[in-house]
Nanobody, 119 residues
C-alpha cells in the first residue's frame, strides 16, 4: 500500500516562509521513475481543491499563477520525495495542503497538512 506522508505545515506570519515535504513509501517497485507526476494541491475552507504546483519525474514543473514567483516545487527521485518551498506567504495561502502522486495509472493522496498564515 502506497502512503504519502506530508510534513512541514504550521502557523506563520504573513511574509514568512515554510517548506513542505511529501515522502512516498510502500508498494513502490522498481525505479523511482515509476512515480510519474507528483504535486501539491490546497483547499481553503469552503473552496474547491486547487493545484498549487506539480512536477514530473523528469523535473518539468507547472506552478499556479497565484503562487508563481513565491513557491518553488522540487523533487528528489532517490527519496521519492517532493518539496514545496513557500516564500512571501500571504493570508490567502491559508489552506490544507495535500500531496498527490501518480504511480503507474493510479493516483494517491496524502492526508494533508494545515498551513495558516496570520497577519
Amino acid at each position: 500500500q502506497v502512503q504519502l506522508v506530508e510534513s512541514g505545515g504550521g502557523l506563520v506570519q504573513a511574509g514568512g516562509s515554510l517548506r513542505l515535504s511529501c515522502a512516498a513509501s510502500g508498494g513502490i517497485f522498481g525505479s523511482s521513475f515509476s512515480i510519474n507526476t507528483m504535486a501539491w494541491y490546497r483547499q481553503a475552507p469552503g473552496m474547491q481543491r486547487d493545484l498549487v504546483a506539480e512536477i514530473t519525474s523528469g523535473g518539468r514543473t507547472n506552478v499556479a499563477d497565484s503562487v508563481k514567483g513565491r513557491f518553488t516545487i522540487g523533487r528528489d527521485n532517490a527519496k521519492n520525495t517532493i518539496y514545496l518551498q513557500m516564500n512571501s506567504l500571504k493570508l490567502e495561502d491559508t489552506a490544507v495542503y495535500s500531496c498527490y502522486a501518480m504511480i503507474g495509472t493510479l493516483s494517491y493522496w496524502g492526508q494533508g497538512t494545515q498551513v495558516t498564515v496570520s497577519s
